[in-house]
């Protein structure tokens, strides 16, 4: 158990509202990441972040911001909500980043339904 | 951008029986490592094994092993002797070294007793 946890676990919302999500990690890790799973495409990244107020595009950024203004948090803001994004939102950790393995650990995700 | 391909969307396996999940990934880098990631109905994602590229041995855990075809760009997943319990969404991974993770579509794996 890599002590990943997700806030809120599920919600439903309305087009046009912000929205945002929380990821907490107990471990002091440097790298966290955002997801998101829809049918069909696996898993994508959103951003991800190697440090206190260091963060990155992933793939598919486009209408997430995030921050980390502290070490054991990682929050994901939806400014304004559209039904493209219900989605699943899974948080992840990495235990090694240039080192052995590079291998991430999820938390156990988020169910965002926009209406 | 490298790719990563599960080409079949659902795989069934009788219960104590083999089964093996594909997978293939597009990649110019010769530096890599592949996962495979299991999702049961909990939606929780569970690392199953890891491979990395400058090995030539293939990862083994307990009931699960990989086929890495480097030169194929292949990396399977064999589950021996199933189990109910393996009954899941199972996931390859590729990683580049840096901080992305690239995920295949997902293999839907039904274990009939």
């Known amino acids: 158990d890599a002590g990943i946890t997700q806030s809120p676990r599920h919600k439903v919302t309305e087009t046009g509202t912000p929205v945002t999500l929380r990821c907490h990690q107990t471990e002091n890790h440097r790298y966290m990441y955002w997801y998101r799973q829809d049918p069909g495409h696996g898993l994508r990244l959103i951003h991800y972040s190697y440090g206190v107020k260091d963060t990155d595009k992933g793939e598919v950024s486009d209408g997430y911001s995030v921050s980390r203004s502290k070490t054991e948090d990682f929050l994901l803001t939806l400014e304004s909500a559209t039904s493209s994004q219900t989605s699943v939102y899974f948080c992840?950790?990495?235990?090694?980043?240039?080192?052995?393995?590079?291998?991430?650990?999820f938390g156990p995700g988020t169910r965002l339904t926009v209406l | 951008a490298q790719t990563v391909t599960q080409s079949q969307p659902e795989m069934s396996v009788q219960e104590a029986e083999t089964v093996t999940l594909s997978c293939t990934y597009d990649t110019s880098e010769s530096d890599y490592y592949l996962f495979w990631y299991k999702q049961p109905p909990s939606r929780q994602m569970i690392l199953v094994i890891r491979?990395?590229?400058?090995?030539?041995q293939n990862a083994t855990e307990n009931r699960f092993s990989v086929n890495f075809q480097k030169a194929a760009k292949s990396f399977s997943l064999k589950i021996s002797d199933s189990q109910l319990g393996d009954a899941a969404m199972y996931f390859c991974?590729?990683?580049?070294?840096?901080?992305?993770?690239?995920f295949g579509g997902g293999t839907r794996l039904m274990v009939k007793p």
């Open positions: 992840a950790i990495s235990l090694n980043v240039g080192g052995a393995a590079n291998e991430q650990f």
């Open positions: 991974a590729y990683n580049n070294a840096g901080n992305m993770l690239t």
């Open positions: 491979q990395e590229a400058y090995k030539q």
